[in-house]
Structures are given as C-alpha cells and as structure tokens.
C-alpha cells in the first residue's frame, strides 16, 4: 500500500515566477491538507481540502492556491513567488478530520 | 501567535536513558495531541497521540502524558535508543462542527532535536 507521495522532490524558480505542487494522498483517505515548513520551524497549515473543495484555510495569502481532483489527489499553485516562500512544501492525508494525517515526504522549493 | 511550543530546541540522551520531550499549548479548545518524528528528507511519521479526555496514553517505548490544567505534555521514551536520533513535533487538533461540516487542522509545535548517544 503506497503512502502519501509528493512530487517533483525539489525544486528552483526565480521570483515572480508561479509553481505546482503535486500530491496523491494514501489509499483510502479522502481529506488533504498542505502545510509549510519553514527552516528550524515546525509545519504550518496552508489549507485543507475535501470533496474538491477547500474546507479550511490558514493565515496564508491568496497568491496560494489549491486544487483537489475526483480521485482525491491534490495540487498546491503558488503565483508570484517570493524569496520567503522558500520552504519543505508538505502533503498529508486522512481519512476526514478525526484521524491522524499522514505526511508525504515533502517538496523542497527554492526561490532565487 | 504560537499557540503550540517546544521550549526546548535539543535534548542529548545516552542510550538506554529516558527521553522527555516537552510541549506547552496555549488553546484550551485542543481536544486531541500528536507526536511526529521526522527524519532529514522525510516527511513527519505519526507516533503516538492522545485524546483530551485521558491524561496517558502508552505504546512499547513511547509514553504521552497530557497536564490539562497546565496545558503541557510531554513524551517519554524509554529507553532511548540511537534510532530515535531525529527531530520530534508536538502537534494540537481541535475539531468542530458547523453547519454540517466537520473542521479540523494540526497546530504544529518548533521541534524538538532529539538526540541519543551510544
């Protein structure tokens, strides 16, 4: 049974440039939640999405933006990247709200 | 706002020592704990967790307390070993229900490095 996977692993744009974030979440769960994780800082959550639509979100700007497909995959689009944006983009997947989030290995994105 | 924080950035253990990791909460709505490890180049890996309702909760190695009046709790691992080596995250959950729909999200603590020396 494969896990969550992310893809690519890593990544380098510029700024201004916009970038997609992919994200298959493990057999049977249906709920996906993004975070960034920042150097020395723990994961902060960016939104989460179920049934193709963006349940809930956190304190992150409209320049990110997300999107979930029937089969319950996901991606992650950030527009005008800034250097801050640079981070470990993680996936993680459940099966609804009330159980525990597993993690995909993460996207590393670097901003020039 | 850091509603979850690991006061401690690293703890060094000899092996077959306890391990306590510390995490404090501020958000008396969290209703359900986690702890993660993760390694470098790894996403975080479930380790244990545990309901509001309890104030323990065991699995082999791996011990969790929760201090609601003191909105603190801590892992215990023992005994450490070198493969524990790792960085640990303390995460809070709260979930709730509005108009039908279920929300939830994890608040993630800074991490704590965790490492045991043979």
């Known amino acids: 049974d494969a896990g969550v996977t992310q893809s690519p692993t890593h990544l380098i744009k510029t700024r201004g440039q916009q970038v997609t974030l992919r994200c298959s979440p493990k057999?049977?769960?249906?709920?996906v939640s993004w975070y960034q994780q920042a150097l020395g800082q723990g994961p902060q959550f960016i939104f989460q999405?179920?049934?193709?639509?963006?349940?809930q979100r956190g304190n992150f700007p409209d320049r990110f933006s997300g999107h979930q497909f029937p089969n319950y995959s996901s991606e992650l689009n950030v527009n005008a990247l800034l250097l801050g944006d640079s981070a470990l983009y993680l996936c993680?997947?459940?099966?609804?709200?009330?159980?525990?989030?597993?993690f995909g290995p993460g996207t590393r994105l670097t901003v020039l | 706002d850091q509603q979850v924080k690991q006061n401690s950035p690293s703890l060094s253990v000899q092996e077959g020592r306890i391990s306590i990791l510390n995490c404090d909460y501020t958000?008396?709505?969290?209703?359900?704990f986690l702890w993660y490890k993760k390694y470098p180049a790894e996403g975080p890996t479930f380790l244990i967790s545990?309901?509001?309702?309890?104030d323990k909760n065991e699995d082999g190695r791996f011990t969790v307390f929760l201090n609601k009046s003191a909105k603190h709790l801590s892992l215990h691992i023992v005994p450490s070993q070198p493969g524990d080596s790792a960085v640990y995250f303390c995460?809070?959950?709260?979930?709730?229900?509005?108009?039908?729909?279920?929300?939830?999200?994890?608040?993630f603590g800074q991490g704590t490095i965790l490492t045991v020396h043979p």
């Open positions: 993680a997947s459940s099966l609804d709200v009330y159980n525990e989030q597993f």
């Open positions: 057999s049977g769960h249906d709920t």
């Open positions: 999405y179920y049934e193709e639509e963006e349940r």
């Open positions: 958000n008396s709505m969290f209703d359900y």
């Open positions: 545990i309901s509001s309702i309890k």
């Open positions: 995460a809070a959950s709260r979930v709730w229900n509005a108009g039908g729909t279920s929300y939830g999200k994890l608040t």
